[in-house]
């Protein structure tokens, strides 16, 4: 160590939920180490006190209040002159107005609200004999606010995931004060290297910056005769433009608005999507008048297209202003019509865009980029002899959508063939755009733009896209004239020079002096004409081995970038793969475990958590899964932290499962929840793959696949040869399943081999019985041989002589086409044919199941019974608390005795017998007492003890009758509840004040 310099973090601040409840924009700050070995923190309660005026945001509650649709209507029906957008922008200030001095009077309150109503149900309780009529008033009125308080913190959490309805205000609330903990900007460096906290500052500081960064600094005089000289095709073509420019009408413009999401943050007009949707009726007319006047005039007005951009930290201590990431919240009505425009341009990309541009391009997948990418860089790896060696560069551009310069992007559009009036309405919404800087939610500055795309635009995405054809055409125009050779992975695989995913690159070029040379030129020309730039510090380059280590130094210097590290990573994977890949994919079970063990998730409902796995935790992996087969070992470690957290665990020590993970990955259906196993939902996905390499020959990632692995066979004969690549070998493990789930569609029958099963739809997972010694001999019989001279027909006669009766009455079933059609493989599992990776990963389960023989929890529950229960109309969390009582899923002192946990078994409510769910939830005291107050028919009547199934059989024959299913299932829930009330917070109960 000697007089080395060891940094390490050693003093922290630590504090629980309540403290942040209570202090919730607390901060803690590093002073510098000056004078000592440690750096002393300060703690800042409240670090930052807003000065400006709150500003108006429309507030999801009010979407459902008669006194707001009574405001809107009293504004739009004021006579209002001017152009149609003119007309819809002082509406919508006249109603900001009115709306905003409304809700500052507070009736809208849900939380004061919810304090007034719970003192006045506690006076209430008080008079004797207490008015329950009033009670249940009051607490009718209680269960509305906080519903409303309910949708309130969920607008203000931005989660997306999770609906309302369950009582996760707690969640909502949670998360809303840790994101904007997260946000929050507590100081900045300004360029003289001084540390700026006054909001003003800083606010300063951001705007300077964006305001530099949205000026053009393009000195390019002749831009439409320098980009008419690169190699871009013309592909759009006249019916082409047609479409996307014929005529708007209301139909279009109100199936956008619906189709765009109803909370998103909104712009500095501050509607939301749910106002508009909400007030339709009334709004409607204005705005697809607006719209409408846009489409015909080409003309914005400016105030629309007023932006305010809100700054996202990428780190977690922000320093500097490039920590920062700028996202445009641009106004509802102006995304309207840029959306209009995506929709119109996307669905043509595929055949405008050239084949290397995976990114924001309909049936084009990151996971083609991601596999070819690491294929190639597989070659380079193990590529160790010949002449040539060859290099990987991947290319980060700074600030990419930020510096696109409107000449480049206009002139491109130009010579790719769009029509004048397409360009037009391009042009007007990048012209009229104006921006201010939210520092810390206040918006400050003003400037307009002269480049630049806005990350938060609808069209913006697509419009980088068309910019990267420039960067393309060029790479392009160097290999025709054999500056630039790029990569063959196989002598008779295409050559790949370049890889674009949106604004992620990767060029392959030869690992020469000559190449490197060249492609800075290249890239210099790319800069000078669209304004992007090269990142230097995050690009890296990677070498074949061939390529010697001085060299390898030498050519990195020449290009000014750093080696490929293990931790880089490309479209959120790993560059490099170690030989073990537990360890590569080690990063997926960490941002797992960080996803469901932070501490927000506590409040959350046993609903909500299966949303959350649902929707977060097995989406989380999802692309890793799509591309790479997952170790046994990891998948397993992953359904293992998925039930911990289900179940939740105790300072870390796991609680009881309940339910094994393996049924609760059966399908709602079948007694499960309906979650899914890594282990096979990877396979799946990546049978997905096989099924696309099958169906799209054509496809870029085909012929990769094909020129390496199978250059004269076909992909369901082939291997994975000598030294293949992890993706290659992911991908026969996925087809191995595939080819359990493809069928033969019968036309002349000449392709199909008769022996196979896989043509007999009955006998898809069950071999056909069929006599061996009657079929003819050579073992080369094809479909065709049992089917009649002509066709159009089986032949009867060979059918019954080589097949039993079973089999032959399915192929008989089999239609057969009336004239010569070549066989084709389709999908067995869907109706149409088409493969889907719900279905696949359900055939998984089942040869999983065929395997291990195993069965449900839950015998006498067939599946129509299932089908009732989670059908039934009741909240989520009481059907996942019906599931609990019917897998005998509930913590009782009988179950929690079999666990081998010691309590004393008796009934903590009555203490007259053993708990058991019977006596829980039918004969304890309390819940006859709570059944014959009901005034519902007791179900446990006539029963015999220890027959809890019948009662619930008798429950779930009533499911056709909603509101007593309510009844009976709020009964069963009152009952958990009030017995938790007695063991774990030592509360008691009165019968009338449970049944409320």
Request: charged share 25%; net charge positive; hydrophobic share 40%.
């Amino acid at each position: 160590m000697g007089n080395a310099c060891i940094r390490a973090r050693l003093d922290r601040a630590v504090c629980s939920q309540s403290w942040i409840d209570t202090y919730p924009e607390t901060l803690v700050k590093h002073f510098t180490d000056q004078g000592s070995d440690h750096r002393a923190l300060l703690l800042a309660d409240k670090p930052y006190v807003r000065t400006s005026r709150p500003l108006f945001r429309f507030d999801a509650r009010w979407a459902d209040n008669p006194e707001v649709r009574a405001m809107v209507n009293y504004v739009w029906q004021e006579d209002v002159q001017g152009t149609p957008m003119s007309r819809l922008w002082e509406r919508l200030k006249r109603l900001r107005h009115l709306l905003y001095d409304w809700s500052r009077a507070g009736t809208t309150n849900s939380l004061r609200n919810i304090k007034t109503l719970q003192a006045e149900i506690d006076r209430v309780k008080l008079i004797h004999p207490v008015d329950w009529d009033m009670v249940r008033t009051l607490e009718a009125e209680l269960s509305r606010q906080w519903e409303a308080e309910e949708v309130f913190w969920q607008q203000k959490s931005r989660v997306k995931w999770l609906k309302k309805g369950d009582q996760n205000s707690a969640y909502f609330h949670t998360v809303t004060r840790a994101r904007r903990k997260k946000n929050f900007v507590a100081g900045l460096r300004n360029e003289e290297g001084e540390w700026v906290t006054e909001e003003t500052g800083k606010a300063s500081i951001a705007t300077n910056f964006y305001q530099n960064l949205f000026t053009s600094e393009t000195q390019v005089l002749n831009m439409i005769e320098r980009v008419a000289t690169l190699p871009i095709d013309n592909r759009v073509t006249p019916q082409m433009n047609a479409q996307l420019t014929v005529e708007v009408l209301a139909g279009e413009v109100r199936s956008t608005v619906f189709s765009m999401g109803s909370k998103q943050a909104p712009g500095s007009d501050g509607f939301t999507g749910k106002f508009f949707k909400a007030f339709w009726d009334i709004v409607g007319i204005s705005v697809v008048e607006a719209v409408v006047s846009f489409f015909n005039s080409s003309r914005m007005l400016r105030i629309f297209n007023h932006t305010w951009l809100t700054l996202i930290p990428k780190v977690d201590s922000v320093e500097t202003i490039r920590q920062l990431r700028p996202i445009s919240l641009c106004q509802f009505v102006y995304k309207v019509i840029t959306k209009i425009m995506a929709e119109r341009l996307a669905s043509m990309l595929p055949q405008i865009v050239s084949e290397g541009q995976n990114g924001f391009i309909r049936d084009r997948q990151i996971i083609d980029n991601i596999l070819i990418g690491h294929e190639l860089m597989h070659y380079l790896k193990i590529k160790r002899q010949g002449k040539k060696g060859y290099m990987a560069l991947k290319v980060d551009m700074e600030k990419a959508y930020d510096r696109v310069e409107w000449p480049f992007l206009l002139a491109v559009l130009e010579k790719m063939g769009f029509s004048s009036v397409w360009r037009g309405w391009i042009h007007e919404c990048l012209r009229s755009s104006s921006f201010s800087v939210l520092m810390n939610g206040s918006p400050s500055g003003y400037f307009t733009a002269s480049r630049g795309l806005r990350q938060g635009d609808p069209f913006s995405p697509l419009l980088f896209v068309l910019c990267t054809e420039g960067f393309a055409a060029l790479l392009r125009k160097a290999i025709t004239e054999k500056k630039l050779e790029g990569v063959k992975v196989a002598p008779s695989a295409p050559r790949i020079s370049h890889l674009f995913f949106a604004d992620d690159s990767y060029l392959f070029l030869r690992g020469s002096l000559q190449e490197c040379e060249n492609l800075l030129v290249v890239l210099n020309e790319y800069e000078e004409l669209s304004g992007q730039r090269v990142n230097l510090e995050k690009s890296a380059v990677c070498f074949s081995k061939n390529v010697s280590i001085p060299d390898q130094e030498f050519l990195a210097t020449i290009l000014g970038v750093g080696a490929v590290g293990v931790h880089d990573k490309y479209l959120g994977l790993p560059t490099l793969f170690a030989r073990s890949k537990t360890a590569t994919f080690r990063f997926f079970e960490e941002k797992l475990l960080e996803r469901l063990q932070g501490w927000k998730q506590r409040t959350l409902s046993w609903a909500a958590k299966e949303t959350l796995i649902k929707t977060i935790a097995l989406a989380l992996p999802l692309h890793v899964m799509s591309c790479f087969r997952l170790p046994l070992v990891l998948c397993r470690l992953l359904d293992k932290y998925v039930a911990r957290f289900w179940w939740g665990a105790e300072e870390g020590i796991p609680k009881i499962r309940w339910v094994s993970w393996r049924n609760m990955c059966r399908s709602k259906h079948e007694g499960g929840m309906g979650f899914r196993r890594f282990e096979q939902f990877n396979q799946a996905l990546l049978a997905k793959i096989g099924w696309r390499i099958l169906n799209e020959p054509q496809s870029l990632i085909a012929h990769i696949y094909k020129g390496k692995y199978f250059p004269r066979g076909s992909f369901l004969t082939a291997t994975a040869r000598s030294r293949p690549f992890w993706g290659w070998q992911s991908i026969l493990h996925g087809r191995q399943l595939l080819e359990k789930g493809l069928r033969w569609q019968v036309g002349n029958g000449q392709s199909v081999p008769l022996l196979q099963s896989n043509w007999i739809p009955k006998c898809q997972l069950d071999p056909p019985v069929y006599n061996p010694c009657i079929l003819p001999e050579g073992g080369g019989s094809v479909v065709a041989d049992v089917i009649s001279e002509g066709g159009g027909r089986w032949d009867e006669e060979k059918l019954s002589q080589w097949f039993d009766p079973s089999t032959c009455k399915a192929i008989k079933a089999i239609p057969l086409p009336r004239w010569d059609v070549p066989d084709k493989l389709i999908w067995h599992f869907t109706a149409e044919g088409v493969f889907s990776v719900k279905s696949a990963y359900h055939l998984a389960v089942e040869l999983d199941r065929r395997r291990g023989g195993w069965r449900s929890s839950v015998s006498w529950m067939d599946k129509p019974s299932w089908i009732r229960v989670w059908e039934a109309k009741i909240p989520p969390k009481l059907k996942v608390f019906l599931w609990q009582i019917l897998n005998r899923a509930l913590p009782t002192m009988e179950a929690l005795i079999e666990k081998k946990v010691q309590v004393l078994p008796r009934c903590p409510v009555c203490w007259d017998a053993p708990e058991t769910m019977e006596h829980l939830f039918l004969y304890c005291p309390v819940a006859r007492a709570l059944w014959d107050y009901s005034g519902l028919e007791y179900l446990g009547e006539g029963l015999p003890r220890h027959t809890f199934p019948l009662f619930l059989k008798r429950l779930l024959g009533l499911i056709h009758q909603p509101s007593v299913v309510m009844a009976v299932v709020a009964i069963l829930w009152r009952i958990w509840r009030s017995r938790n009330w007695v063991v774990f917070e030592g509360k008691q109960f009165e019968i009338p004040a449970l049944m409320r």
